[in-house]
Structure formats: structure tokens, C-alpha cells
């Protein structure tokens, strides 16, 4: 969808939303830099593009806070415009990566058995939880495991970390990212948004999985699950290995 421009923003109000986009984006960039164990998903498809286009906007974003504490503010603006036109011609901007983000995020969709919810971000974290081969899994049924209360304090601390990351829909950043600079160069910015809809078929549905999918999305703090997702690997496991 295209936002229409916001009226000019005050240089007070310009700090504030600056830095309520940093405290979003900054601790998840953390979790995702800082997972307990070696993870395969940030670099594959799409969130790849996911972590790029947060990391681009963190960069931009802690420049425009670091201007804001010198008190250089006609160069900010003069430099938000220059990013503005950066934007537009950069494979590697905050919005060419949004564009990929979203193409990959409607691929993993298309190409995956069909999951509880509607294809978004939250459901592809909660699929990566459930079935990437991760060393929780492998734990889950191996014959020499850690101590289980070693084990729990291991999966509380990933299932909290990987709910700040679902938990942040690159879709409403952007779009409070773009709203803002926008106020600048009295621009619109096209920032896509799709639901994909679920299946008719009754036979499709990953009905072994689905109400685990539901039980995490469902949860407002992911880690009070950690018994029961430990519990799910496990049976995922044995039900594979049948």
C-alpha cells in the first residue's frame, strides 16, 4: 500500500520517533546476532533479506540519532534527502531489500506445506522453531543429551530470543520507517502487504503440527513453553524416525 506524506515533522518529534524504531530494531538484530546455537534460517531465504533490510535501517537510524545529539540539523535533512535518492537505486536499501523480503516471504509460502495462519513473518518463525534441524531437535532424540534441566534453560533461552523476532513485523517498521522520512521529502513509498489464503482442502493441513503452531502463536511469552516445545520436538522426532 502507498502512505501519503505525513504534515513536516518537528526536529523533537523526529528524536522521539527515531529512537522508539531503535529500541525495535536493535533487540532484535541482538537476538538474531546472538542465538544460543548454530541456526541455519538467518541466512537462507527470506530472512536474509529480513535481517539486510534491519540492519540498513539500524545503520541509517543511529546516524540520524548521532546527528541529532551534535545538533547538526540542516545537514540532517539535507542528508535524509540524499538517503531518500540512495533508496531508490541501491540493491542493497532498506526498500530493495523490504521488496525481496516480501517476494521471498510469498515463495517460502507457496513452495511449503501449508502451516496454521496466513504466511507471515510470525509463521515462518514458528515453522523454523518447529522443524529446522537445530541442536535442540537432534537432542530431542539422541541416545547421549545433556541434563534436561540443561536442555530447558538451553530452548527458554532460543524460544525467547526467536519471539523477539517474530514479534517484529518488517511490514509496520517499514511502513513507520518510510512515514517518517516521507515527512521530509513529501514522498510516498509503496510498501507491499499480502495475506495468503489457506487451504480449502482439509487434507493438506499439517494437522501432526498445527495446533503447536497455534499454541505458540497464540502465547504471549514464548519461553513459558519450553517444556511443552521440548515435548513437541521430541514426538516430531519419534514420528519422523517411524
Known amino acids: ?11 523533537e518529534a523526529l528524536q522521539e520517533e527515531v529512537a522508539r524504531l531503535l529500541q525495535q530494531v536493535i533487540p532484535v538484530l541482538d ?7 548454530q541456526n541455519e534460517w538467518p541466512s537462507q531465504s527470506p530472512a536474509k533479506f529480513y ?38 537505486r541501491d540493491s542493497q536499501s532498506v526498500l530493495q531489500q523490504y521488496y525481496q523480503f516480501y517476494e521471498a516471504l510469498g515463495n517460502w509460502f507457496r513452495l511449503t506445506p501449508l502451516l496454521a495462519g496466513d504466511g507471515v513473518w510470525q509463521d515462518y518463525i514458528v515453522f523454523v522453531l518447529c522443524h529446522e534441524n537445530h541442536v535442540l ?7 547421549l543429551a545433556p541434563p534436561q534441566e540443561e536442555l530447558e534453560l538451553l530452548a527458554q533461552h532460543y524460544l525467547m530470543q526467536m519471539q523477539l523476532v517474530g514479534d517484529l513485523d518488517l511490514y509496520s517498521f517499514c511502513l513507520d520507517l518510510f512515514t517518517l522520512v516521507g515527512a521530509f521529502t513529501r514522498k510516498s513509498y509503496f510498501i507491499p502487504f499480502f495475506t495468503f489464503p489457506g487451504s480449502e482442502n482439509s487434507d493438506d493441513l499439517d494437522t501432526d503440527h498445527q495446533p503447536f503452531y497455534q499454541y505458540l ?26
Request: aromatic share 10%; proline share 4%; charged share 20%.
Open 137 to 143: 531437535k537432534r537432542y530431542s532424540c539422541a541416545d
Open 31 to 37: 537476538a538474531i546476532h546472538t542465538l544460543p546455537f
Open 1 to 11: 500500500m502507498s502512505n501519503s506524506p505525513p504534515p513536516v515533522i518537528t526536529l
Open 217 to 242: 502463536k497464540t502465547s504471549k511469552n514464548w519461553s513459558d513453553l519450553t517444556k511443552e516445545y521440548l515435548q513437541f520436538l521430541g514426538q516430531s522426532s519419534l514420528m519422523r524416525n517411524e
Open 51 to 88: 535481517l539486510q533490510c534491519l540492519s540498513q535501517a539500524e545503520k541509517f537510524l543511529l546516524y540520524c540519532w548521532e546527528r541529532l545529539q551534535q545538533g547538526s540539523n540542516d545537514h540532517l535533512r539535507i542528508e535524509i534527502l540524499c538517503w531518500d535518492g540512495e533508496q531508490m
